[in-house]
Protein backbone atom coordinates (compact mmCIF):
# COMPACT_ATOMS: atom_id res chain seq x y z
CA UNK A 1 0.00 0.00 0.00
CA UNK A 2 1.40 3.21 -1.08
CA UNK A 3 0.76 5.86 1.00
CA UNK A 4 2.96 8.81 -0.17
CA UNK A 5 0.20 10.02 -2.52
CA UNK A 6 -1.87 11.22 0.49
CA UNK A 7 1.08 11.65 2.55
CA UNK A 8 2.66 14.51 -0.17
CA UNK A 9 -0.13 16.63 1.27
CA UNK A 10 -2.48 15.24 4.22
CA UNK A 11 -4.63 17.99 4.15
CA UNK A 12 -6.64 17.20 1.23
CA UNK A 13 -8.53 13.73 0.85
CA UNK A 14 -6.99 11.40 -1.14
CA UNK A 15 -7.85 7.89 -3.00
CA UNK A 16 -6.06 5.00 -3.12
CA UNK A 17 -6.65 2.10 -5.22
CA UNK A 18 -5.20 -1.96 -6.06
CA UNK A 19 -5.00 -3.24 -9.94
CA UNK A 20 -8.31 -4.46 -11.08
CA UNK A 21 -8.29 -8.13 -11.42
CA UNK A 22 -9.25 -9.38 -14.94
CA UNK A 23 -11.87 -11.85 -13.30
CA UNK A 24 -13.52 -8.89 -11.72
CA UNK A 25 -14.68 -7.57 -15.24
CA UNK A 26 -15.88 -10.84 -16.30
CA UNK A 27 -17.45 -12.55 -13.48
CA UNK A 28 -20.22 -11.79 -11.32
CA UNK A 29 -18.79 -9.54 -7.93
CA UNK A 30 -19.59 -8.48 -4.57
CA UNK A 31 -18.12 -6.04 -2.94
CA UNK A 32 -18.05 -5.03 0.52
CA UNK A 33 -17.68 -1.95 2.24
CA UNK A 34 -16.74 -0.59 6.16
CA UNK A 35 -15.31 2.49 7.54
CA UNK A 36 -12.03 3.30 10.31
CA UNK A 37 -11.47 5.78 12.53
CA UNK A 38 -15.28 7.50 12.55
CA UNK A 39 -15.17 8.59 16.20
CA UNK A 40 -11.36 9.47 16.75
CA UNK A 41 -11.05 13.48 17.12
CA UNK A 42 -7.34 12.89 15.80
CA UNK A 43 -6.51 11.99 12.03
CA UNK A 44 -8.33 11.14 9.28
CA UNK A 45 -11.08 8.52 8.13
CA UNK A 46 -10.95 6.19 6.09
CA UNK A 47 -13.17 4.33 3.83
CA UNK A 48 -12.28 1.12 1.58
CA UNK A 49 -14.32 -1.21 0.05
CA UNK A 50 -13.14 -4.99 -1.12
CA UNK A 51 -14.39 -6.98 -4.12
CA UNK A 52 -14.04 -10.29 -5.54
CA UNK A 53 -15.86 -12.84 -8.04
CA UNK A 54 -18.76 -14.64 -6.05
CA UNK A 55 -17.60 -17.62 -7.12
CA UNK A 56 -14.49 -16.61 -4.63
CA UNK A 57 -16.69 -16.25 -1.70
CA UNK A 58 -16.09 -19.36 0.37
CA UNK A 59 -12.20 -18.80 -0.87
CA UNK A 60 -12.11 -15.51 0.63
CA UNK A 61 -14.12 -16.87 3.87
CA UNK A 62 -11.35 -19.55 4.39
CA UNK A 63 -8.84 -16.83 4.36
CA UNK A 64 -9.93 -15.90 8.14
CA UNK A 65 -10.28 -12.36 7.48
CA UNK A 66 -12.29 -10.94 10.09
CA UNK A 67 -13.90 -7.60 11.81
CA UNK A 68 -10.46 -5.77 12.38
CA UNK A 69 -11.79 -4.49 15.53
CA UNK A 70 -11.25 -7.78 17.12
CA UNK A 71 -7.83 -8.72 15.45
CA UNK A 72 -4.61 -7.39 16.79
CA UNK A 73 -2.23 -4.77 14.66
CA UNK A 74 0.10 -7.76 13.82
CA UNK A 75 -3.09 -9.72 12.44
CA UNK A 76 -4.78 -7.15 10.39
CA UNK A 77 -1.17 -6.40 8.62
CA UNK A 78 -0.75 -10.24 8.13
CA UNK A 79 -4.38 -10.29 6.87
CA UNK A 80 -4.11 -7.37 4.47
CA UNK A 81 -0.71 -8.99 2.64
CA UNK A 82 -2.69 -12.15 2.04
CA UNK A 83 -5.65 -9.07 0.29
CA UNK A 84 -2.99 -7.84 -1.31
CA UNK A 85 -1.69 -10.83 -2.45
CA UNK A 86 -4.75 -12.49 -4.17
CA UNK A 87 -4.82 -9.98 -6.70
CA UNK A 88 -5.92 -12.29 -9.37
CA UNK A 89 -8.99 -12.13 -7.64
CA UNK A 90 -9.48 -9.61 -4.57
CA UNK A 91 -9.41 -5.62 -5.63
CA UNK A 92 -9.63 -2.66 -3.38
CA UNK A 93 -9.65 0.90 -2.89
CA UNK A 94 -9.28 3.35 -0.46
CA UNK A 95 -10.74 6.90 0.07
CA UNK A 96 -8.87 8.92 2.81
CA UNK A 97 -10.65 11.37 4.21
CA UNK A 98 -8.12 13.96 5.91
CA UNK A 99 -8.88 15.44 9.14
CA UNK A 100 -8.78 19.10 7.67
CA UNK A 101 -11.54 17.41 4.75
CA UNK A 102 -14.06 16.26 7.58
CA UNK A 103 -13.93 19.58 10.00
CA UNK A 104 -14.46 22.10 6.83
CA UNK A 105 -16.96 19.72 5.21
CA UNK A 106 -18.69 19.75 8.83
CA UNK A 107 -18.59 23.42 9.56
CA UNK A 108 -19.47 24.72 6.01
CA UNK A 109 -22.70 27.18 6.07
CA UNK A 110 -24.67 24.55 4.30
CA UNK A 111 -25.16 21.60 6.87
CA UNK A 112 -23.37 18.35 5.61
CA UNK A 113 -22.81 16.17 8.78
CA UNK A 114 -20.59 12.99 9.23
CA UNK A 115 -23.41 10.64 7.96
CA UNK A 116 -24.15 12.65 4.42
CA UNK A 117 -20.16 12.52 4.51
CA UNK A 118 -19.93 9.29 4.69
CA UNK A 119 -22.89 7.98 2.65
CA UNK A 120 -21.64 10.15 -0.21
CA UNK A 121 -17.74 8.76 -0.11
CA UNK A 122 -19.43 5.16 0.13
CA UNK A 123 -21.23 6.12 -2.70
CA UNK A 124 -18.22 7.45 -5.10
CA UNK A 125 -16.03 4.27 -4.33
CA UNK A 126 -19.26 2.26 -5.60
CA UNK A 127 -19.28 4.17 -8.78
CA UNK A 128 -15.54 3.52 -8.97
CA UNK A 129 -15.65 0.24 -8.87
CA UNK A 130 -18.16 0.26 -11.62
CA UNK A 131 -16.49 2.89 -13.88
CA UNK A 132 -13.68 0.40 -13.36
CA UNK A 133 -15.43 -2.15 -15.19
CA UNK A 134 -15.98 -4.28 -12.24
CA UNK A 135 -19.50 -6.56 -12.39
CA UNK A 136 -21.22 -5.78 -9.18
CA UNK A 137 -23.99 -7.89 -8.48
CA UNK A 138 -23.98 -7.76 -4.83
CA UNK A 139 -23.07 -4.85 -2.45
CA UNK A 140 -22.61 -5.54 1.26
CA UNK A 141 -22.59 -2.30 3.68
CA UNK A 142 -21.64 -1.99 7.19
CA UNK A 143 -24.62 0.81 8.27
CA UNK A 144 -24.43 4.49 9.18
CA UNK A 145 -27.57 6.14 10.24
CA UNK A 146 -30.62 3.39 9.91
CA UNK A 147 -30.14 0.67 7.32
CA UNK A 148 -33.32 -0.05 6.43
CA UNK A 149 -32.81 3.78 4.73
CA UNK A 150 -29.54 3.33 3.58
CA UNK A 151 -30.45 0.12 2.10
CA UNK A 152 -33.36 1.98 0.09
CA UNK A 153 -31.00 5.34 -0.54
CA UNK A 154 -28.29 2.79 -2.33
CA UNK A 155 -30.40 0.54 -4.14
CA UNK A 156 -32.40 3.64 -5.60
CA UNK A 157 -28.81 5.15 -6.72
CA UNK A 158 -27.73 1.23 -7.99
CA UNK A 159 -30.44 -0.48 -9.67
CA UNK A 160 -29.75 -3.85 -10.73
CA UNK A 161 -27.17 -4.15 -7.52
CA UNK A 162 -27.98 -6.60 -4.61
CA UNK A 163 -27.63 -4.31 -1.84
CA UNK A 164 -27.75 -5.31 1.85
CA UNK A 165 -27.03 -2.87 4.30
CA UNK A 166 -26.49 -4.35 8.14
CA UNK A 167 -25.32 -3.20 11.54
CA UNK A 168 -22.09 -4.74 11.62
CA UNK A 169 -21.77 -6.21 8.78
CA UNK A 170 -17.90 -6.43 9.05
CA UNK A 171 -18.72 -9.50 11.30
CA UNK A 172 -21.40 -11.34 9.67
CA UNK A 173 -20.02 -10.76 5.59
CA UNK A 174 -16.38 -11.69 4.78
CA UNK A 175 -15.84 -9.41 1.77
CA UNK A 176 -16.76 -6.27 4.24
CA UNK A 177 -14.21 -7.90 6.96
CA UNK A 178 -11.43 -7.80 4.01
CA UNK A 179 -12.51 -3.86 3.51
CA UNK A 180 -12.44 -3.13 7.06
CA UNK A 181 -9.16 -5.00 7.59
CA UNK A 182 -7.85 -2.11 4.56
CA UNK A 183 -9.23 0.77 5.74
CA UNK A 184 -8.04 -0.01 9.24
CA UNK A 185 -4.43 -0.91 8.04
CA UNK A 186 -4.24 2.14 5.87
CA UNK A 187 -5.74 4.54 8.96
CA UNK A 188 -3.06 3.09 11.59
CA UNK A 189 -0.24 3.55 9.24
CA UNK A 190 -1.37 7.20 8.08
CA UNK A 191 -1.42 8.05 11.84
CA UNK A 192 1.39 6.36 12.77
CA UNK A 193 3.65 8.09 10.51
CA UNK A 194 1.68 11.70 10.20
CA UNK A 195 3.94 14.65 9.01
CA UNK A 196 2.71 17.76 10.44
CA UNK A 197 3.27 20.76 7.95
CA UNK A 198 2.68 23.04 10.78
CA UNK A 199 6.26 24.51 12.75
CA UNK A 200 5.35 22.40 16.04
CA UNK A 201 9.29 21.62 16.55
CA UNK A 202 9.68 18.25 18.58
CA UNK A 203 6.10 16.77 18.64
CA UNK A 204 5.00 14.28 21.00
CA UNK A 205 3.73 11.53 18.94
CA UNK A 206 1.95 8.88 21.50
CA UNK A 207 -1.55 10.41 21.04
CA UNK A 208 -3.12 7.22 22.94
CA UNK A 209 -5.67 5.99 20.80
CA UNK A 210 -7.48 9.60 19.31
CA UNK A 211 -10.06 9.12 20.63
CA UNK A 212 -12.06 11.71 23.09
CA UNK A 213 -12.34 9.70 26.40
CA UNK A 214 -8.87 8.59 26.03
CA UNK A 215 -6.54 10.50 28.62
CA UNK A 216 -3.37 10.55 26.02
CA UNK A 217 -5.71 12.22 23.86
CA UNK A 218 -6.64 14.49 25.67
CA UNK A 219 -3.55 15.23 27.35
CA UNK A 220 -2.10 15.40 24.07
CA UNK A 221 -4.71 17.82 23.04
CA UNK A 222 -4.36 19.77 26.05
CA UNK A 223 -0.80 20.59 25.19
CA UNK A 224 -0.48 21.04 21.73
CA UNK A 225 -3.70 23.69 22.14
CA UNK A 226 -2.10 26.87 20.27
CA UNK A 227 -4.02 30.18 21.93
CA UNK A 228 -4.87 32.10 18.88
CA UNK A 229 -4.71 29.54 15.84
CA UNK A 230 -6.26 26.71 17.58
CA UNK A 231 -4.94 23.25 16.11
CA UNK A 232 -2.91 21.46 13.25
CA UNK A 233 -4.65 19.51 10.59
CA UNK A 234 -3.95 16.29 12.41
CA UNK A 235 -7.24 17.21 14.76
CA UNK A 236 -10.58 17.26 13.70
CA UNK A 237 -11.35 20.96 14.84
CA UNK A 238 -15.26 20.22 14.69
CA UNK A 239 -15.56 17.78 17.08
CA UNK A 240 -17.15 19.26 20.63
CA UNK A 241 -13.75 18.04 22.40
CA UNK A 242 -11.53 20.57 19.87
CA UNK A 243 -14.18 22.93 20.54
CA UNK A 244 -14.74 23.00 24.12
CA UNK A 245 -10.85 23.22 24.76
CA UNK A 246 -10.26 26.00 22.37
CA UNK A 247 -12.97 27.79 23.94
CA UNK A 248 -11.68 27.32 27.48
CA UNK A 249 -8.47 27.70 27.15
CA UNK A 250 -7.75 30.03 23.75
CA UNK A 251 -7.73 33.48 23.24
CA UNK A 252 -11.18 35.05 22.79
CA UNK A 253 -11.56 36.61 19.17
CA UNK A 254 -13.92 38.85 17.50
CA UNK A 255 -14.24 39.35 13.50
CA UNK A 256 -15.54 42.70 12.19
CA UNK A 257 -18.94 41.03 10.33
CA UNK A 258 -19.65 38.43 12.91
CA UNK A 259 -22.66 38.69 16.04
CA UNK A 260 -21.47 40.81 18.27
CA UNK A 261 -21.09 43.81 15.75
CA UNK A 262 -17.37 42.86 14.96
CA UNK A 263 -15.15 46.16 16.26
CA UNK A 264 -17.52 47.35 18.56
CA UNK A 265 -17.84 43.90 20.05
CA UNK A 266 -14.20 43.72 20.51
CA UNK A 267 -13.91 47.16 21.96
CA UNK A 268 -16.44 46.91 24.92
CA UNK A 269 -15.02 43.75 26.01
CA UNK A 270 -11.04 45.48 25.95
CA UNK A 271 -10.03 43.23 22.97
CA UNK A 272 -9.16 43.65 19.59
CA UNK A 273 -11.07 42.62 16.98
CA UNK A 274 -9.09 39.56 14.85
CA UNK A 275 -9.47 41.60 11.22
CA UNK A 276 -7.59 44.37 13.01
CA UNK A 277 -4.45 42.83 12.61
CA UNK A 278 -4.97 42.43 8.96
CA UNK A 279 -5.52 46.50 8.32
CA UNK A 280 -3.54 47.70 5.39
CA UNK A 281 -3.60 51.73 7.48
CA UNK A 282 -2.07 49.84 11.00
CA UNK A 283 0.93 51.15 12.20
CA UNK A 284 3.51 50.82 15.10
CA UNK A 285 2.36 48.02 17.29
CA UNK A 286 -0.19 46.93 15.40
CA UNK A 287 1.80 46.87 12.21
CA UNK A 288 4.36 44.72 14.13
CA UNK A 289 1.78 42.46 14.89
CA UNK A 290 0.34 41.98 11.37
CA UNK A 291 3.74 40.93 10.47
CA UNK A 292 4.18 38.60 13.31
CA UNK A 293 1.00 36.90 12.14
CA UNK A 294 1.76 36.73 8.88
CA UNK A 295 4.55 35.17 9.01
CA UNK A 296 2.94 32.89 11.85
CA UNK A 297 0.52 31.66 8.90
CA UNK A 298 3.39 31.22 6.18
CA UNK A 299 5.17 29.36 9.05
CA UNK A 300 2.36 27.03 9.84
CA UNK A 301 1.09 26.89 6.46
CA UNK A 302 -2.77 26.93 7.92
CA UNK A 303 -4.90 26.30 4.42
CA UNK A 304 -7.76 25.73 6.67
CA UNK A 305 -7.92 29.51 6.43
CA UNK A 306 -9.54 28.92 3.23
CA UNK A 307 -12.96 27.96 4.72
CA UNK A 308 -13.24 30.90 6.42
Sequence with gaps: MDLSPFESDNSVSCRLVSEIPDVCRTEDCCLGIDEAGRGPVLGPMVYGICFCPVSKKQELKDSKVADSKTLSEVERENLFQKIDESKSYIGWALQILSPNTISTSMLQRTKYNLNALSHDTAIDLVQYALDSGVQLKEVF????????????????????????????????????????????????????????????????????????????????????????????????????????????????????????????????????????????????????????????????????????
Design 141 to 308: VDTVGPADKYEVKLSKRFPGIDVTVRPKADSLFPIVSAASICAKVARDRVVKGWNFSEDMGDVETDYGSGYPSDPKTKAWLLKYLEPVFGYPQFVRFSWSTAQTLMDSKGVTVHWDDDEEDGEKGAQRQNNKSMLAYFSASAGGKDQKSTHQTHRFFSDRRLKSLDTL
